[in-house]
């Protein structure tokens, strides 16, 4: 039987390879430049991953809350770095999608969105740390 502090780790999986791929996907964008598909792929991905990123916030918050206490310090930060991983890839996907819409991708807005979608990976990537020495310890 799946235990309902269990649906958090399975789904936080999701956002992390969403805005890491998507990221890639935007870099590489760059590099080849005639290739649309690319950032395209980032754009779909980073919206993805905004929306996964809200599950896994909220998996997290209301179903694993004692879990993230016995944790300690470790939980804390996790937690901490959850909610500046959640701020910063909805404010990136909001700043992308009004590019999108306005047709501004060409302009000098697309390095605020690249940098702001970059601060999310790195936000994610150090959730996923703290949040595997909350599963698997320190050892």
């Given at each position: 039987?799946?235990?309902?502090?269990?649906?958090?780790?399975?789904?936080?999986?999701?956002?992390?390879?969403?805005?890491?791929?998507?990221?890639?996907?935007?870099?590489?964008?760059?590099?080849?430049?005639?290739?649309?598909?690319?950032?395209?792929?980032?754009?779909?991905?980073?919206?993805?991953?905004?929306?996964?990123?809200?599950?896994?916030?909220?998996?997290?918050?209301?179903?694993?809350?004692?879990?993230?206490?016995?944790?300690?310090?470790?939980?804390?930060?996790?937690?901490?770095?959850?909610?500046?991983?959640?701020?910063?890839?909805?404010?990136?996907?909001?700043?992308?999608i009004?590019?999108?819409?306005q047709?501004?991708?060409?302009?000098?807005?697309?390095?605020?969105?690249?940098?702001?979608?970059?601060?999310a990976?790195v936000?994610?990537s150090?959730?996923?740390?703290?949040?595997?020495?909350?599963?698997?310890?320190?050892?």
């Amino acid at each position: 039987m799946l235990d309902i502090t269990h649906i958090h780790p399975l789904v936080t999986h999701f956002p992390i390879a969403l805005i890491i791929v998507g990221f890639v996907a935007d870099i590489s964008s760059f590099i080849v430049k005639k290739e649309v598909c690319l950032s395209r792929t980032g754009f779909y991905l980073e919206v993805t991953g905004a929306l996964a990123a809200i599950v896994a916030f909220c998996t997290g918050y209301f179903l694993t809350g004692e879990n993230i206490d016995d944790a300690g310090h470790i939980g804390q930060m996790h937690e901490t770095f959850a909610f500046f991983t959640l701020g910063t890839i909805l404010i990136a996907a909001f700043v992308r999608i009004l590019m999108v819409v306005q047709k501004k991708e060409a302009t000098n807005m697309k390095y605020l969105s690249l940098g702001l979608f970059f601060l999310a990976v790195v936000f994610v990537s150090i959730t996923g740390f703290y949040g595997g020495l909350v599963v698997f310890g320190n050892s």
